[in-house]
């Protein structure tokens, strides 16, 4: 295909996947007929991989990353898939890179189209091709419009809330012929911009300058607290800790292990709930099984936590994820945790490990008890030196 050409899709079903040299974040949006998503659910990108007809599949790092569109599935409303792609090192462009968008029938794997877009050169985002609705009929074109200033420049063009605000500057400027933009939302999305002080916490409690969950989700920084309130009640439902990680770019497959470590009040340890243990507290902890490579989008390893049946001596819950094989996370891409209502499978609060240090643990975050009955959760993000959850006990304690 050549930029602006389209083809008619011949399934419902179809997968788009951009291969480059380097690591790509391969990303989709749904826009209605204005252009626009219809809220931030509408971008599907690593750490939001499921949407309405609509799914991120990762490569692990070492096949290219795709965005699998069912047409039949899609919303009423929804007239558009747009396909984006940037590259994953920071502040690196698509200079010397040349991707290569392959359709293909997603229930056969048979190659519909190609696209590679042409004299890309200082661009770190791109809009690659879009499935959209014409006539009745879907059809894909290839479009390969670049921008110079990153997903987060063309963010807003399709009404995606970018958290980390972009330079207050010149809007996206399109560096290579007219057609339709692209969106982000992810954590690394942000435009590189001057130094910037983190983005002011979210729905603070009149008068006491804490966070709580009253204006939804809530995105945490290291060292940040949210109390697990909302409309001034404690949340005493059953939670889900999600913890997920990827190989780095190139890289094997990584073996991680998550486990919640309880203790009593006076830091001491309870029981751990691991691979080998899904299973403490009567039952009030449970462990998804463990996830031996790290492959695929969305979660990789959950620990369930019914906060209204745990024992009041346990005052105190650590989410570690440790390498027994011994990789260090500067082997690991994308790693993070995220709390969500088990019932109804919101996602409440989220924490995006930045950084990496040549460790074989860290200690993701931690739920404690309050006098008041109820729980905060503090993003660590803390490396240590252990390979077992029985060596993260002690680093653990000390972090309470």
């Known amino acids: 295909m050549t930029p602006g050409s389209n083809i008619p899709l011949p399934v419902a079903r179809v997968t788009v996947d951009v291969a480059a040299p380097v690591r790509l974040d391969v990303s989709g949006l749904l826009l209605t007929a204005d252009g626009k998503v219809r809220s931030d659910d509408d971008f599907i990108f690593y750490n939001q991989p499921t949407g309405p007809g609509v799914t991120y599949r990762s490569g692990g790092g070492t096949a290219p990353d795709a965005i699998v569109v069912d047409t039949a599935a899609l919303p009423p409303g929804i007239e558009k898939i747009v396909v984006t792609a940037s590259p994953d090192g920071a502040g690196q462009t ?88 692209a969106p982000p939302m992810d954590p690394r999305l942000a435009a590189p911009a001057p130094p910037a002080a983190p983005p002011a916490p979210p729905a603070a409690a009149p008068g006491t300058g804490k966070i709580n969950l009253d204006k939804g989700r809530v995105s945490l920084q290291k060292n940040q607290t949210v109390s697990l309130v909302k409309g001034g009640s404690p949340l005493l439902s059953q939670v889900k800790m999600g913890l997920g990680w990827e190989p780095a770019f190139r890289g094997k497959d990584i073996d991680l292990d998550a486990s919640v470590i309880a203790y009593g009040p006076q830091r001491n340890h309870i029981d751990s709930c691991y691979f080998g243990k899904l299973s403490i507290v009567n039952g009030a902890i449970k462990h998804s099984g463990d996830n031996l490579t790290g492959e695929g989008g969305g979660d990789d390893e959950v620990i369930v936590v019914d906060l209204g049946r745990l024992p009041q001596e346990v005052s105190g819950l650590v989410f570690t994820v440790n390498s027994f094989s011994g990789q260090k996370f500067t082997e690991v891409a994308k790693a993070y945790c995220r709390l969500l209502d088990a019932a109804t499978g919101e996602e409440l609060v989220r924490f995006d490990l930045t950084g990496a240090e040549p460790q074989t643990g860290v200690l993701m975050a931690k739920l404690i008890r309050q006098f008041s009955g109820e729980w905060e959760m503090t993003a660590m993000g803390d490396f240590v030196k252990a390979r077992t959850v029985r060596n993260m006990v002690k680093p653990g304690a000390q972090a309470l």
């Open 94 to 181: 698509f200079q010397g890179v040349e991707p290569t968008a392959t359709i293909r029938g997603a229930d056969d794997n048979s190659v519909l189209a190609t696209f590679t877009p042409p004299q890309l050169g200082g661009e770190t985002a791109l809009v690659v091709v879009e499935i959209y609705l014409r006539n009745g009929a879907w059809k894909a074109r290839a479009v390969g419009q670049g921008y110079a200033n990153g997903l987060a420049g063309i963010a807003t063009d399709f009404g995606v809330t970018v958290e980390e605000p972009a330079p207050a500057a010149a809007p996206a400027q399109p560096v290579v012929p007219p057609a339709p933009p």
